[in-house]
């Protein structure tokens, strides 16, 4: 079955400096990605996506994505955070040609720190 | 503004009665899905629907109906709530494949006693 993994489940930091968010999706197969954001007590929005094209994808605030076909990942990185930044992300994956569906993996907690 | 709306955003209730959340979005997307939000698991799909009147399950149905009557409305209904249903439920809009953005309501928190 075609799976997501977010391997941290919680990333502490301080603030201003730099974050990565780890995740790897399970099929070689052409892929469109996603990072959501949570913030806390609200919905889920989108953060940034790659469809096709360029492999490398920024976000307005400052975040960044780049996807390796090799590796299967779509890590999600910022050079600098904020307290703002604390939030819960979600990595997702559609298969092309699927019907659809988006596959979330299980969030990572991060927590910007003075 | 494109929007998904539920309601209520807040609901208590007793194991066995019944209750629908409403899900509503003016995007005019065909696409709408239903998720549950859990500590460590991250979002579960319960059901999802391709357009009017096409709905089919996703990896946790059980326990859950849908019905799709309007392309605006996705209505998730228990009709024996139990205690395990007790989540966070997103309802999601959006297209397929390469506009496959998917818009995501306030959630509805559920207790059930």
């Not at chain 1, 941290?8 to 197969?29: G, I, K, T």
């Not at chain 1, 904020?82 to 019907?99: K, P």
């Not at chain 2, 391709?50 to 009709?79: A, H, Q």
């Amino acid at each position: 079955a075609q799976s997501v993994t977010q391997l941290d489940s919680q990333v502490p930091v301080f603030e201003e400096a730099p974050v990565e968010l780890r995740c790897n999706y399970s099929s070689s197969v052409s892929v469109y990605l996603f990072w959501y954001v949570q913030y806390p007590n609200q919905g889920l929005q989108l953060l940034l996506k790659y469809l096709s094209g360029s492999t490398l994808v920024e976000s307005i605030n400052g975040f960044e994505a780049e996807f390796n076909k090799s590796q299967t990942s779509f890590h999600l990185r910022k050079p600098s955070v904020h307290i703002s930044d604390t939030a819960e992300y979600f990595c997702a994956v559609n298969w092309v040609g699927s019907q659809g569906n988006l596959i979330f993996g299980k969030g990572t907690k991060l927590s910007v720190k003075p | 503004e494109a929007q998904v709306t539920q309601n209520p955003r807040y609901l208590i209730t007793v194991t066995g009665k019944k209750l629908t959340v409403t899900c509503s979005q003016n995007m005019n997307h065909e696409y709408m899905s239903w998720y549950r939000q859990d500590p460590g698991l991250g979002l579960r799909q319960i059901y999802y629907s391709m357009n009017v009147e096409v709905t089919d399950k996703g990896d946790v149905p059980e326990g859950y109906k849908v019905s799709r009557k309007e392309k605006r409305n996705f209505p998730l209904i228990l009709e024996s709530p139990s205690p395990n249903q007790t989540s966070l439920y997103f309802c999601a809009a959006g297209g397929r494949g390469e506009h496959n953005e998917q818009y995501f309501g306030p959630g509805t928190r559920l207790t059930v006693t």
